[in-house]
């Protein structure tokens, strides 16, 4: 079946450092691959997409690219906040309808 | 705010009990998915509803039920709970008006906190 495989956290980082999270898929067909971010105490939010092959998600300076060949989709920003401080979901939505979720993130921002 | 709203926000009950957690989806959306988030099994789908019938099951107990009304909001029932039970319930929903699957995006409600003690 479906899975999806994330880097394990948790992630502390300086304000203004590089962020890397990564995530790896299994799937049959073509999914569709989606990054969500939770904030404490609050829901999933969507935070990119990307559809096809080489398609590039990108929002709020967070960027992921689907790559087939590497079955990957890892999420990345150049300079993190304090205020990006949450926990970050890899998920995939194959030939079924519902998502199928990664164990999540753990990103702690220090000032 | 996504748009999909979820009543209550936190429930507390006792293990035997039932419980009713409600989901309405954003305007315009057909498809209603439940999920669990636990700290064990992480994040989990339980059930879909499309415009009123069951599409899709994951996970889901047999002590669980749901159902979406003609007017498409969502409810899930869990019966005889269990301190397992204790978890974060989310609602999901999308367009989903393509006939194959389509990468219509999932918008989440806030969730409902169970507690069973």
């Known amino acids: 079946g479906d899975s999806v495989t994330q880097m394990e956290g948790p992630v502390t980082l300086s304000e203004e450092a590089c962020l890397t999270i990564?995530?790896?898929?299994?799937?049959?067909?073509?999914?569709?691959l989606f990054w969500y971010v939770q904030y404490p105490g609050e829901g999933l939010q969507l935070l990119l997409k990307a559809t096809k092959a080489d398609d590039k998600g990108s929002n709020k300076g967070f960027e992921a690219t689907y790559r087939k060949e590497t079955t990957s989709f890892h999420l990345e920003k150049g300079s993190v906040q304090v205020s990006d401080s949450a926990v970050y979901f890899c998920?995939?939505?194959?030939?079924?309808?519902?998502?199928?979720f990664g164990s999540g993130t753990q990103l702690t921002v220090l000032p | 705010d996504s748009g999909v709203t979820q009543t209550p926000k936190h429930l507390i009950t006792a293990t035997g009990q039932r419980v009713t957690l409600r989901c309405s989806p954003r305007?315009?959306?057909?498809?209603v998915y439940w999920y669990q988030q636990s700290l064990d099994q992480g994040l989990q789908f339980l059930i879909q509803?499309?415009?009123?019938?069951?599409?899709a099951k994951g996970n889901i107990l047999e002590r669980f039920s749901a159902q979406q009304f003609p007017d498409l909001h969502s409810e899930l029932n869990l019966s005889s709970l269990e301190l397992g039970d204790s978890a974060l319930y989310f609602c999901?929903?999308?367009?989903?008006?393509?006939?194959?699957?389509?990468?219509?995006?999932?918008?989440f409600g806030p969730g409902t906190r169970l507690t069973v003690l």
């Open positions: 509803y499309y415009n009123g019938e069951e599409r």
């Open positions: 305007s315009g959306d057909l498809s």
């Open positions: 990564n995530c790896t898929y299994t799937a049959t067909g073509y999914p569709s």
């Open positions: 998920a995939l939505r194959g030939s079924a309808r519902q998502l199928t």
């Open positions: 999901a929903s999308s367009v989903d008006r393509g006939g194959a699957a389509s990468p219509d995006t999932q918008y």
